[in-house]
């Protein structure tokens, strides 16, 4: 019993050391089941929004520039996610594989920044982003209302990539978990919102973060634009509430803007080949 009992100790210990490993791995197995699902029968209409996915990736492949060549009506998130790995398999059939796998992993990830956030806790909210993913296709949400078929247009791409599109916000999410708990690691006294505050006061900081939420603007034809709006709201809140000496109190928000700008521009820049306009 004490064998067992040892081994059963050291495999736990194994899963907690490499949990992040076993959690990628999980969930790239999940998502490979449902690429795989849906390649099995392979539809082909020229007006859905799956080969309409596809013509923008293969325009990229081509060496298209988007926004140039080709109306990137998607926006850059969904080619960023999807062409390297089209690469391996550039045909209508193997977009189909891509655009669900690199869905259902958005998914999960969504579904464990939902759990993390709410309980702060990494392995339970693993646990639980990879069982949501499972019984999202399952009768199993059916039995509560107004859940089930949400659910599923986040866990498919179907017509439109709402998933990949939205996805901005989680990665924008995971950027100001990460750059908070940094700064409250050097100043272990202060909270998250002495933190943010601190932050609205400095215009290097608003500079930065400027120039990264601009950037996101052309991630999609909406989530980016709607990501900078509420981030400039929530900033105008902690503007309003923080007590930044001289002329800070104008200088930040005077920075934040002049960043948004530049990020769209840098961003325009790189994307479209140095032809913004």
Same mark, same amino acid.
């Given at each position: ?145 107004? &859940? ?88 105008? &809140? ?15 928000? &005077? ?23």
């Amino acid at each position: 019993m004490q064998t067992i009992r040892r081994g059963v100790l050291k495999i736990r210990e194994f899963c907690i050391q490499h949990s992040a490993v076993l959690f990628f791995a999980c969930m790239a197995v999940l998502a490979f089941t449902g690429g795989m699902q849906r390649i099995f029968n392979v539809e082909f209409s020229p007006t859905n929004g799956d080969f309409q996915s596809y013509n923008v990736f293969r325009r990229a492949l081509d060496g298209q520039w988007p926004f140039v060549d080709f109306a990137n009506y998607l926006g850059m998130g969904p080619l960023i996610l999807h062409v390297p790995l089209l690469l391996f398999h550039n045909t209508f059939a193997g977009s189909l594989f891509v655009t669900h796998f690199v869905c259902a992993v958005l998914y999960m990830l969504l579904c464990y920044c939902v759990y993390y956030t709410i309980g702060g806790q990494k392995l339970p909210a693993m646990a639980a982003s990879l069982v949501t993913m499972r019984l999202t296709n399952t009768e199993f949400f059916d039995l509560i209302p107004y &859940v089930a078929a949400p659910l599923r247009l986040l866990a498919a791409p179907n017509n439109s990539q709402r998933m990949t599109r939205m996805f901005l916000a989680v990665l924008f999410g995971f950027l100001l978990l990460y750059f908070t708990k940094k700064s409250m690691h050097r100043h272990p006294a202060a909270s998250a919102c002495a933190v943010y505050t601190d932050w609205c006061c400095s215009p290097k900081t608003m500079l930065g973060m400027g120039i990264i939420l601009g950037s996101g603007v052309l991630w999609s034809n909406d989530f980016g634009y709607a990501c900078l709006c509420s981030a400039l709201i929530i900033l105008t &809140v902690f503007w309003i509430q923080a007590k930044c000496s001289g002329r800070r109190i104008l200088w930040a928000p &005077v920075t934040f803007l002049v960043g948004a700008v530049l990020g769209v521009l840098i961003a325009a820049t790189l994307f479209t080949g140095g032809r913004p306009m």
